[in-house]
């Protein structure tokens, strides 16, 4: 410390400057960089001039250095967790020592509490930066979806000043919930940690408890794809656009199974009755050439199996298989080249080959089991096993087919993340985990009530930084690393 300035010595400058400018940097690559994946897409058109190219180029690279963009968010979140701390302890010392002015030496417990709250700080004035004039008005959003109406509705032409509708935001929630989850997952561990030693200590361990971590996150991953699948069939707005057209190119399910789903479950799609639903099916069996009366509710309950085989004939256990085998092969053309370029270093030695292939396999098994896991139990529920297990005056075919299929179906998928090694079992968790959240909770609200979330990710950022400088192996994963070789 240099005591004639009052000023860090040029070592703790540096120290507290590095993070902040890898954090900016991490900040622009990643909010640049699905953008350029984008613009260098567009380079192939004809239909922009070289001009129009240069400058779309230079917007996409100028765009991520406005203030309230996520680079800065990044930086102002780092940069006041690491100079905080320095002002205050500075004023705690100065409060301790009173007149002596002697040494005061700060305890552990003093630093925790001064990380944290330097960490809240930093949080919660960095929130503002993303959502600084972001606010929508209700009319604005009710206009961009009514744009593909035919008929406006009676609410859209009322006056406005007679219903006056609240600002909305919401345009944070993801990265909200992202640090919420990987907050939880800090609290959990540290929670596991401390009653690992303690149950070690007592000489009381036991097999079951030392398998529960990886059984844990495997079932926060099934209950959470379970929400995501749910959401994909009944609630897909729900979804980024992106995630909902993934999931229907690996699913690979007819667009009219889904509708006759979604329309038995809204009451539509009814059993024995003629509700004028059979042309929906019937243009599905004519294509497969199946008996049209399979697609009549009127005159066939419930839907055959077959039809939900797609082609694949009325075993359910073969379609299973056959659902394996296609998505497995659909996976490796992806995981296994991506899993090269991870490798790519070690790429010269056959072990780093095999490896490479190995690893891609096995999460093509993982997609693969998913994807059959989902169809098999489908089919066990509505035909195979549930008509066996439960009354059908109790449990009726449209009830299996309004819900209860595809709820079976839901619940089933997710435990194929036991295919995958534990490392790749929290990754998956971590990740799909606040994409379920996503989908429960609004993706917009009123304005009044953004003190919640505030709040939410100010805690949930500050038991992240706090935990990162105190013991940064308790973020796992690659967010971990990352994070870690950023700050530490």
Same mark, same amino acid.
């Given at each position: ?25 991490? $900040? ?20 922009? @001039? ?30 006041? /967790? ?17 007149? /002596? ?16 709250? @330097? ?21 604005? *959003? ?9 008929? +406006? ?8 000043? !007679?219903?006056? #509708?609240?600002?909305? *935001?919401? #345009? ?22 401390? &009653? ?33 699948? &749910? ?14 057209? &993934? ?6 399910? !007819? ?12 009451? *539509? ?6 509700? $004028? ?22 005159? =066939? ?9 797609? $082609? ?21 053309? =992806?995981?296994? +080249? ?11 030695? +056959? ?11 096995? @999460? /093509? ?5 998913? *994807? ?11 035909? #195979?096993? $549930? ?8 449990? =009726?075919?449209?009830? &299996? ?41 609004? #993706? ?15 805690? @949930? ?28």
């Amino acid at each position: 410390m240099d005591l004639r300035s009052g000023l860090p010595d040029r070592h703790v400058k540096t120290r507290i400057l590095k993070p902040i400018l890898r954090a900016y940097a991490l $900040g622009y690559l990643s909010a640049v960089t699905p953008k350029l994946v984008t613009y260098a897409r567009r380079l192939a058109s004809r239909d922009l @001039s070289p001009k129009q190219k240069l400058r779309e180029l230079a917007q996409v690279l100028a765009g991520p250095l406005r203030i309230n963009s996520f680079p800065t968010f990044c930086a102002a979140l780092v940069g006041g /967790s690491n100079l905080l701390p320095v002002l205050l302890y500075r004023i705690f010392t100065s409060i301790a020592a009173g007149p /002596s002015k002697g040494d005061i030496r700060i305890s552990q417990t003093v630093r925790r509490l001064i990380r944290f709250a @330097s960490a809240f700080v930093s949080a919660w004035f960095s929130f503002e930066l993303l959502n600084k004039k972001r606010l929508l008005s209700w009319d604005n *959003v009710r206009s961009k979806r009514a744009s593909s109406d035919q008929e +406006p509705s009676k609410d859209a032409v009322a006056n406005p000043l !007679d219903h006056p #509708r609240p600002e909305l *935001v919401g #345009r944070t929630m993801d990265l909200t919930l992202f640090t919420v989850t990987r907050a939880v997952d800090v609290i959990a561990c540290l929670a596991w940690n401390r &009653w690992y030693r303690r149950r070690k200590a007592q000489n009381r361990w036991t097999l079951a408890e030392s398998l529960a971590p990886g059984l844990a996150d495997a079932g926060v991953f099934a209950m959470s794809a379970a929400v995501v699948m &749910w959401a994909w069939f009944y609630e897909p707005e729900r979804l980024p656009g992106t995630y909902e057209k &993934w999931i229907g190119e690996v699913a690979k399910v !007819d667009s009219r199974l889904i509708e006759a789903l979604r329309r038995a479950r809204r009451g *539509v799609f009814v059993y024995g009755k003629d509700t $004028g639903q059979a042309p929906l099916l019937e243009s599905m069996c004519r294509d497969y050439d199946w008996p049209e009366e399979w697609g009549d509710p009127a005159k =066939t309950v419930p839907i055959p199996c077959e039809m939900v085989h797609m $082609g694949c004939g009325p075993n359910c256990e073969i379609h299973a298989l056959y659902r394996f085998a296609r998505t497995f092969k659909f996976a490796c053309a =992806t995981y296994i +080249p991506l899993q090269m370029v991870l490798h790519l270093r070690g790429m010269n030695s +056959p072990a780093a080959l095999g490896r490479a292939i190995s690893e891609g396999a096995q @999460s /093509s098994a993982f997609l693969a089991s998913f *994807v059959s896991l989902f169809y098999y139990a489908v089919c066990l529920s509505r035909t #195979r096993l $549930g008509p066996r297990i439960f009354d059908q005056k109790t449990v =009726t075919p449209l009830m &299996w087919d309004s819900g209860l299929c595809v709820g079976a179906g839901c619940l089933m998928c997710g435990w194929s993340v036991l295919a995958e090694k534990a490392r790749k079992r929290q990754e998956l968790a971590l990740f799909v985990a606040p994409r379920a959240a996503a989908t429960i909770l609004p #993706r917009l609200y009123d304005a009044k009530y953004q003190y919640r979330e505030r709040i939410a990710f100010a805690v @949930s950022a500050a038991v992240l930084l706090t935990c990162l400088r105190e013991n940064p192996k308790l973020i796992r994963g690659v967010f971990g690393r990352i994070t870690n070789s950023v700050l530490n």
